[in-house]
Every structure is written in C-alpha cells, then in structure tokens.
C-alpha cells in the first residue's frame, strides 16, 4: 500500500480520533487530514511534482507531521535531515539531494543561509519573519482552495531518504520505497503488539527511522502521536501520565533519564503496556529499573537498520537481558565466516554458538535497494542478494541471536581475536565504572592492544585498581586483558546512542587526570 492511501484510509476510519498533539495543538484525523490536503495544494501550486525531493529542517511539530503527510500525497520524497549534524556533512546532504524544498525553523536557517545551491529551492520557513524563506508555512495553510491535482503514487516510488552518518566518511543517503515502509510499519506493530488507538511520545526526532516508524504505526492504529520538539525527562514524563501514553519507542539513554528522574515515582504508568527500544544495548539493571517503575507488559529489544528495518527482536528482553532474539516477520538472517580481507560467501554458514557476521536476505519488502547516488558503497554491502550489516554475533542454543559488535571493531592482537562486548561488560562489574569502552591501539609487537576507555563514578578510582580487577577476574584471559587505561569525562555517541568509537580512535575526547 501506498503511504497516501494508507494515511487517507486512516483519516476516513475514525476521523473524531485525535491524531497529533503537541503542547496546546490538538488535531483530529479529520483535522489533520484537512491542512495535509492544504498545504499538500500549496506545495502543488507552487510547483512540486512527483519525486521532487522536500528537504526538512524542523524538529518534531504539528508542522513536520502535515509537511510529510503532504509530500507522501504528492509523490514526493520527504527527506529529513539532522541538524546536529556538522555543516560539512549538511553540505554535502543538501547537495547529494539536490532538493526542490527545503523547510526550515529558526534554529537551523543559519545552517542554509549562506550555501550555494547548484539550483536553488524554494525555501519555506516556519516563522513569518525568516530573511531567507520565499514562503512561510502559515502562507501555505491559509493558501486558499485545497483540492490538489490527484498523483499517480506507485508503490515502488520513494517515500523518503533518511541520512545516516554511521560511524565514518559522509552520510549515507538511504531511499525507502513506500512498499518499505509500509511493510516495516507493520512488522513493528506486530513485533510490538500494538494495539488499536495506541498512544505513543514522538520523542525521537523524524529523521530518523526510528521517529517515522512510531509516527506511521500510530496513524495505522488511529493513535496518538505526541510531538515533542526536544526529548526533556521532565516533560515526558507530564505527557506519559497526562495523555496515558501506552507504547514508548525510545533508545537506552532516554529510558534512563525518564526512570532516573526524581519526578518518575509521581507518574501513573498504569496504561503502559509495551517498551521497546533500539540504537544500543540495554543494561540488566536499566531493564530491571524500567520494569519496576513502569511494569510494562513486554520489553522488546528491536535489531535492524535504516536500510532493512528489521534484522530480529527479542520479545521480552526481562526473560532473555541482551538477546536480540530471533529474525522479523519479514527476515531470513544467516551469520557467516567473518573475512575482513575478503567479503566471505553467504553459504559459509558458522555454526551455533559460533561467532559470525550477521547478513540480511534482500527479499524482505522492509529492504532497500541501494545508497542514494553510492553505487560503490551499495556494491560493498549488497551482495547476491544479501545484506552485509557488518555486525558480529552468535546463534545460542534457543536459535536466538546475541549481538556482540562490529566487524571493525574486533581487535587482532598476537594472533587472537579479541571482541570488546565481553571486556566491557567485566569492566562495568566494577563499582568505580559507569562507562567502559574498549578499542584497539596500533602496535608494533601485537598488531593491536586493548585500550579501555573509562567514565569513572568515583574519583578515587585508578588505572593500578582496574587491572588488579581485570587480573584477577576468572572470565577474561590474559591475552583480553587491557594494556592501556584512558579515564575520560564523556564516551561520544552519535544521537541515537551508538557509541562513536572512530573518535575514541582519532583523540576527540576529554582525559581527566591528565
């Protein structure tokens, strides 16, 4: 189904529903479905066409909502950009997409204000008084008739480019098919067991897969979707009890701060009934904390991508802490010989309980088809018909997969392979420990070493304490133990909370103790 039947058969089902809310906005289906068709007129009216890219520079609001509603009844692709992302790495989105659009608020117009644009867009800000924008949204909404020119949407057109930075180089821009989202969405529903007028926080911004993804499956259910422009614990947590939210789709760190937050024993999370989370691992004692705070009915860890949305999902991680549990209903995964010399062939299957790299078959309707204008770096991840993640795990003995890290970052030292999971997991056994990552450091004898990366929780802690502990620990051989301690403020992370280990590598980080 195409995205614009699909919102339009919502709209049409329960159209008394309120659809969207944030703050004092509070839109109906019937509403919502109103200033989609407006505004949809006025982007037709001045001028976009089917496949045109729409460049979005907004945080999650009503406003971002309409706008991509709009530009999936057109035909058009929404193509929602991060603005925490460097200015080079902007520049270069907005010129591999080369938009007709580009949406703005006030926080990101310095970030377009002085780019050259080979042909340049319309721009739309969002308030009346940009010095940049040709058009503000509010002109769009009191635009006049709204009847647009019906577009022939197909299923195999985009729907969207998500960019996404990965860990090295420039983004990578990924095309979804609307067959992709709409199959995506709906293995989440199932996956999560949603229900019908689910409620849910759009704390996670609509940039990502992750924040379109709660987004779409609330419009499927005729939910709620509560935008919120910035994640606050706070405020969240307001709207978690004020608008008995009943599904959450956040990553670990979110989780944390709502559950730490003093503010957290005051909510009635009687409504809740599913977490799920993805982007990061999360911890035994975060699991344990949510589920006594929140008692949800499942906890579901989900495992995939923004080019295949689902790889697997764990149903219930309080049964099964760290399993990313068993392939999507639309997934065949295989874990195979890692080769970091060679690319190793899909039929060199490991066996259980042996560690492998995880591959995706390609005929999933959740996948895509290749990077935006990237035919090269398509060819290194697509291969006979096999997505390549690049992710290191094991099958266990349940047939559930266990995740233990990226192939790049397996450390070769005197002959051995050496994973970080492991390590780090002893290393936050510690009580001095609140963060621990490990890499590996060029050497000239081994290859590699072991070097940690430690956020202490007690400045009494030192390097002479962590090794007697790492020596002494049962489970981690001598040839694991780390060579070098490195104590730092802060481990970076990207903004869905994977860990940036390329800056660990290249120096961006602050010592203490220096």
Same mark, same amino acid.
């Given at each position: ?28 289906? *019937? ?28 945080? $999650? ?20 950009? $991060? ?21 703005? @608020? ?69 095309? =979804? ?9 709906? *293995?989440? %529903?199932?996956?999560? =067991? ?77 409504? /809740? ?11 035994? @004692? ?49 874990? %195979? ?31 895509? +088809? ?11 991840? %697509? ?22 890290? =990226? ?13 970080? @999971?492991?390590?780090?997991? %002893? ?22 070493? /072991? ?32 060579? +070098?301690? /490195? ?17 660990? =590598? ?9």
């Amino acid at each position: 189904m195409e995205l614009c039947t699909f919102f339009e058969f919502a709209v049409e089902r329960h159209s008394d529903k309120v659809a969207v809310v944030e703050k004092n906005k509070r839109l109906t289906y *019937a509403e919502l479905g109103e200033q989609v068709n407006q505004v949809a007129f006025s982007l037709q009216k001045l001028g976009l066409r089917k496949q045109d890219c729409v460049m979005i520079l907004l945080k $999650n609001r009503v406003e971002t909502v309409v706008i991509y509603w709009a530009v999936q009844k057109l035909g058009a692709i929404f193509t929602p950009i $991060n603005f925490q992302l460097s200015k080079d790495d902007i520049r270069y989105c907005i010129h591999d997409v080369e938009p007709k659009f580009v949406v703005f @608020e006030d926080l990101s117009e310095h970030l377009i204000m002085k780019e050259t644009f080979k042909e340049r867009p319309i721009f739309i800000g969002l308030s009346d008084g940009s010095q940049l924008s040709d058009i503000s949204y509010r002109e769009l909404e009191e635009g006049g008739v709204s009847f647009y020119e019906h577009v022939n949407v197909g299923a195999h057109d985009i729907s969207s480019i998500y960019y996404t930075s990965g860990t090295t180089g420039v983004p990578k821009g990924v095309p =979804r098919i609307h067959l992709n989202e709409y199959a995506a969405t709906m *293995a989440h %529903i199932v996956q999560c =067991r949603y229900q019908s007028f689910d409620r849910t926080l759009g704390n996670y911004p609509l940039y990502h897969v992750i924040g379109l993804r709660s987004l779409q499956a609330m419009t499927a259910l005729n939910g709620l979707y509560v935008a919120l422009p910035d994640f606050d614990s706070y405020e969240s947590l307001q709207m978690i009890d004020q608008e008995k939210i009943s599904c959450l789709f956040l990553n670990p760190t979110m989780y944390h701060d709502l559950v730490s937050h003093p503010y957290s024993n005051e909510i009635d999370f009687s409504a /809740v009934h599913t977490l799920a989370y993805s982007g990061a691992p999360m911890s035994e @004692e975060l699991i344990t904390k949510c589920d006594e705070i929140m008692q949800p009915d499942r906890i579901v860890n989900h495992y995939g991508s923004t080019e295949i949305y689902t790889f697997t999902y764990c149903s219930d991680v309080r049964k099964k802490p760290g399993s990313s549990g068993q392939p999507g209903i639309h997934q065949h995964i295989k874990l %195979i010989t890692p080769d970091p010399e060679k690319r190793s062939s899909s039929t060199n299957v490991v066996s259980t309980g042996e560690i492998g790299e995880i591959i995706v078959n390609m005929k999933s309707p959740e996948a895509f +088809k290749g990077y935006w204008n990237r035919p090269n770096l398509t060819k290194k991840v %697509i291969y006979d018909g096999w997505y390549y993640t690049g992710d290191l795990g094991f099958i266990d003995q349940d047939g559930d997969l266990k995740v233990i890290g =990226r192939a790049d970052d397996m450390i070769l030292s005197g002959g051995e392979n050496i994973y970080p @999971e492991l390590i780090e997991k %002893i290393l936050l056994e510690h009580d001095k420990v609140k963060e621990a990552v490990i890499i590996g450091e060029e050497d000239e004898r081994l290859g590699q070493i /072991v070097v940690a990366f430690i956020v202490p929780n007690d400045d009494s802690l030192t390097f002479q304490e962590l090794d007697r502990f790492c020596k002494y620990h049962q489970q981690l051989p001598t040839y694991k133990r780390p060579r +070098k301690y /490195v104590f730092v403020e802060s481990i970076p992370k990207s903004p869905t909370g994977k860990i940036l280990r390329s800056k660990l =590598r290249n120096g961006q980080f602050i010592e203490l103790y220096l």
